[in-house]
Every structure is written in C-alpha cells, then in structure tokens.
C-alpha cells in the first residue's frame, strides 16, 4: 500500500517540474504564449485543460481495452473533444468574458498535444486511477507554468497584476471580495512606464525562453536528467508515423519534397 501511494505521490508531482509539459517537454506552447498576456487568462484557460486532462485520462483508461489498437487515435480526439465541447458551453454559460478573452484556444485544446500526448502515452496504458492523478498532475504543471509566464509578462508589459480578476470572481457572486479587480503596479502615467513588447509576442518568446533555462537548471540540480528536445521521436504518435519508418524526420521530409 505504501508504495502505491508513493506511486501515485510520483506520478503527481513529475508534471510540476521533471516533466512540467511546457517548461520541461515543451508542449502546448501555442496557448502558453498566446493567453499568457495575463494572469487571469492563465488561470482560465489551465484549470479548462486539467478539466479535460482528468476527464479525459479517466474514460481513455476505462476503455483502454476495449478501443481498437488501429483506431485508438481517433477515439481518443473524439473522447477529448467531447470534454472540451462541455467545458466550453460551462464557460460560455457562466464566464463568458473570459471565454471571450480566450477565444479560439479554449476550443483549440482538442489538439493540444500535452491531452493527446497524455492519452496516448499514459492513460491508454494504466490504472483509472493512477490515469486520473497523471491527469492531474500535468494539468497543475501546465497551470503553474502559464501563471509564471502570465504574471511576469502581465506585470511588466500592463503594469497590472490580475487585472480583470472579476472575469473569474463572478463565479462566486457578482461583488465577490467588494468588486476587487486586480492591482496596478506600474501606473501608465508615472514616472516608469509599462514594457508593452512583454505583452507581445516578442516578449512572450523571451520570458518562454528564461523560465524554461530556470526550470531545467532547477531540475538539474535536483538530479533530473537535462530536457532535450527529441525531434520526431519524442513525438507520441512516432510508432505509427510514416515518415520515421523511412528513417527520416518531418522537417527532413520537407527538404526532400522541396528539392
């Protein structure tokens, strides 16, 4: 019992640094750096993808053996879209200023490969339960890493901290904590003005780029192994790929079909 739990301990917490999904594996960077401008955003659309990512770890699991091995990819997207749809019509329903300020990402989890990548990499494999904490667990990590970049981008690109926090408050009651709406650090007419290139896709690749040097220098010191990018390989549909059956990569196929 004690090394299930130490178990299950373990697959929790590897996605908050060892293998953070942005920061460490570097997946779903496309909504990383396109809703990372604030925090709020980050808060949102995180707690939307470990909503799908439990949900849909879960069900995969719980058909693992049923779901045919030729046509498992295309029922995982169909079991992923499926939660994405419902949370969604939740978001549209009760937050719609912050479904709004996601726009097109929020659907855009359905191919999001830290979900895909989950599914077909843990939860097509193990346990429910240990499925659901992996689920779990990826989906903190992707939530603390979006809030990193959000509030070091929010704050020195608006000058402002949560701004817009009333988005996600009105869940609670339309005057929730006296109609608090975030802070101002930096006011646009001070004597310090706002950076604005940080709220900017510019800004975005920089700030990517710095915390993902912090956090695999913090994994190294903690013994983990150096994260490298493993080209087509470390892609979780390399088993059925074409191209890497001819011994070759996809920018590597691109070459060729361009000569």
């Known amino acids: 019992?004690?090394?299930?739990?130490?178990?299950?301990?373990?697959?929790?917490?590897?996605?908050?640094?060892?293998e953070n999904p942005v920061l460490r594996l570097v997946l779903g960077t496309c909504p990383t750096l396109a809703v990372s401008t604030s925090v709020v955003n980050a808060i949102g659309m995180g707690i939307s993808a470990l909503i799908v990512l439990v949900c849909s770890n879960v069900v995969i699991s719980l058909l693992r053996k049923v779901?045919?091995?030729?046509?498992?990819?295309?029922?995982?997207?169909?079991?992923i879209a499926s939660f994405v749809t419902i949370v969604q019509m939740i978001v549209k329903a009760f937050v719609p200023a912050l479904d709004a300020a996601l726009g097109v990402f929020l659907p855009l989890i359905v191919v999001n490969c830290i979900i895909l990548g989950r599914a077909e990499a843990f939860a097509g494999k193990n346990s429910v339960i240990a499925?659901?904490?992996?689920g779990l667990g990826m989906g903190v990590g992707f939530t603390i890493a979006l809030c990193c970049m959000a509030s070091v981008r929010e704050i020195l690109g608006a000058g402002t901290f949560l701004s817009g926090a009333q988005n996600l408050l009105v869940l609670f009651g339309e005057n929730t904590l006296g109609g608090?709406?975030?802070?101002?650090?930096?006011?646009?007419?001070?004597?310090?003005?706002?950076?604005?290139?940080?709220?900017?896709?510019?800004?975005?690749?920089?700030?990517?780029?710095?915390?993902?040097?912090?956090?695999?220098?913090?994994a190294e010191r903690k013994g983990k192994p150096k994260a490298e990018l493993g080209g087509c390989k470390a892609c979780p549909m390399a088993k059925n790929c074409a191209i890497l059956a001819e011994g070759k990569e996809c920018g590597e196929k691109k070459e060729d079909e361009q000569a």
């Open 1 to 18: 019992m004690a090394d299930k739990k130490k178990s299950l301990g373990k697959e929790f917490t590897k996605g908050l640094l060892a």
């Open 67 to 79: 779901i045919p091995s030729k046509v498992r990819i295309p029922a995982y997207i169909v079991i």
């Open 131 to 134: 499925s659901a904490v992996d």
């Open 180 to 218: 608090f709406n975030g802070f101002t650090l930096i006011p646009q007419d001070g004597v310090i003005s706002p950076m604005m290139i940080f709220i900017l896709a510019p800004g975005g690749f920089f700030t990517f780029g710095v915390l993902m040097a912090c956090a695999n220098k913090i």
